[in-house]
């Protein structure tokens, strides 16, 4: 039998960490930015999260996702910075690099992920990369017509069914 990885998919992932925050952080996002930054501060600060007193304030005092990542996640992870953590992060700096046979599903018109990141991104250099790039669906929001289950969970089943 054949072992380890065969197969992967991503639905509206973040390919450019800075791009996507920087976004999220919009006012037409507002709502979604504080119940995100409200989520990651109750994970992170949760009991058994190891958390030092110093990280616990940090974490509580940052007012956005890119404080957040800048007083918290950047220096805990040796980053420094949330820039650096972004830039060193992003993945579109290593998807030319992918071997394995992936899905890439994403919508033009995400409203966190610009659509023109997706668009820019040379696919035919890379034939491990299986991109559907729909013009519409938002941010994971692929619900189909008529189903109880999103068009992105189906063609994630069967493109991993497929033996890709």
């Not at 668009?119 to 938002?138: I, V």
Request: charged content about 20%; some cysteine.
């Amino acid at each position: 039998g054949r072992e380890g990885l065969v197969a992967a998919a991503i639905v509206s992932a973040p390919i450019d960490l800075a791009v996507t925050c920087r976004n999220m952080m919009r006012p037409r996002n507002l709502v979604y930015h504080r119940y995100i930054l409200h989520q990651m501060k109750v994970e992170a600060t949760a009991p058994g999260s190891g958390v030092t007193p110093q990280e616990r304030s940090a974490i509580l005092k940052s007012s956005g996702v890119w404080e957040y990542d800048d007083v918290f996640i950047a220096p805990r992870y040796g980053f420094g910075t949330a820039e650096r953590y972004y830039e060193r992060c992003r993945p579109l700096r290593f998807m030319s690099a992918v071997r394995v046979p992936t899905l890439v599903i994403a919508a033009l018109d995400d409203p966190w992920i610009p659509g023109h990141l997706y668009e820019s991104f040379d696919w035919k250099g890379n034939g491990a990369l299986y991109p559907r790039l729909l013009a519409s669906g938002g941010h994971v929001g692929f619900h189909g017509t008529g189903s109880t289950h999103p068009w992105s969970d189906i063609a994630v089943c069967r493109f991993l069914s497929s033996g890709a």
